[in-house]
């Protein structure tokens, strides 16, 4: 019994320092491959910085440099009501919402200078990496969908919160539905920089 208590205390304390995960608060994304695919691609390659084109050697996309979209301005307002909600356990954007991805690019289209941040949400049910995951390809396939009605992808960055910044607390079928969504940061230069 003696030799039980420090095995067990030495097996919780290395599951604990093994199973805690840092999470960076950008991932660096890439357009999915030219098959339509989001999960073609990992979410989480991560260009070289010293890229001076700022090109993915695995993908061939030009990306903008994460500095181009740091010390921006975020305007949360803007297009808050143009969020992109999403059918569980889908990262398809379904037709009812092609018409807010409409009005995000006309936002973009009306101002070159701004850039945007799609963040990719999920509802709580799941795991952590599942939601991060599955956050990352929602995120995705907004970006696609932008590329798609003329925006330039490098002025898109994405990201994923997975189930971590639910827009309604509950735990019934109405706030997850709420909680499956895109949210759009238009992101303005600050003046005099």
């Given at each position: 019994?003696?030799?039980?208590?420090?095995?067990?205390?030495?097996?919780?304390?290395?599951?604990?320092?093994?199973?805690?995960?840092?999470?960076?608060?950008?991932?660096?994304?890439?357009?999915?491959?030219?098959?339509?695919?989001?999960?073609?691609?990992?979410?989480?390659?991560?260009?070289?910085?010293?890229?001076?084109?700022?090109?993915?050697?695995?993908?061939?996309?030009?990306?903008?440099?994460?500095?181009?979209?740091?010390?921006?301005?975020?305007?949360?307002?803007?297009?808050?009501?143009?969020?992109?909600?999403?059918?569980?356990?889908?990262?398809?954007?379904?037709?009812?919402?092609?018409?807010?991805?409409?009005?995000?690019?006309?936002?973009?289209?009306?101002?070159?200078?701004?850039?945007?941040?799609?963040?990719?949400?999920?509802?709580?049910?799941?795991?952590?990496?599942?939601?991060?995951?599955?956050?990352?390809?929602?995120?995705?396939?907004?970006?696609?969908?932008?590329?798609?009605?003329?925006?330039?992808?490098?002025r898109i960055r994405t990201?994923?919160?997975?189930?971590?910044?639910?827009?309604?607390?509950?735990?019934?079928?109405?706030?997850?539905?709420?909680?499956?969504?895109?949210?759009?940061?238009?992101?303005?230069?600050?003046?005099?920089?």
């Amino acid at each position: 019994m003696k030799l039980i208590y420090p095995v067990v205390c030495g097996l919780a304390i290395m599951l604990a320092a093994t199973g805690c995960n840092n999470h960076k608060p950008y991932q660096v994304t890439q357009l999915p491959s030219s098959t339509g695919n989001p999960s073609d691609t990992n979410p989480n390659t991560i260009p070289p910085e010293n890229n001076a084109q700022g090109q993915n050697e695995n993908s061939g996309i030009q990306t903008a440099s994460l500095e181009e979209f740091e010390n921006m301005l975020e305007d949360r307002a803007a297009l808050a009501a143009d969020t992109v909600h999403f059918a569980y356990d889908s990262a398809a954007i379904r037709k009812t919402e092609h018409s807010n991805l409409e009005a995000v690019a006309a936002a973009l289209n009306s101002n070159p200078s701004t850039k945007l941040l799609i963040e990719g949400n999920c509802d709580e049910r799941g795991t952590e990496e599942y939601n991060r995951s599955l956050g990352e390809r929602r995120a995705l396939a907004a970006r696609e969908a932008l590329s798609k009605l003329g925006i330039d992808p490098n002025r898109i960055r994405t990201i994923s919160y997975g189930k971590d910044k639910p827009a309604d607390p509950g735990h019934d079928a109405s706030a997850w539905a709420k909680n499956r969504r895109d949210d759009f940061v238009l992101l303005h230069p600050k003046t005099g920089v």
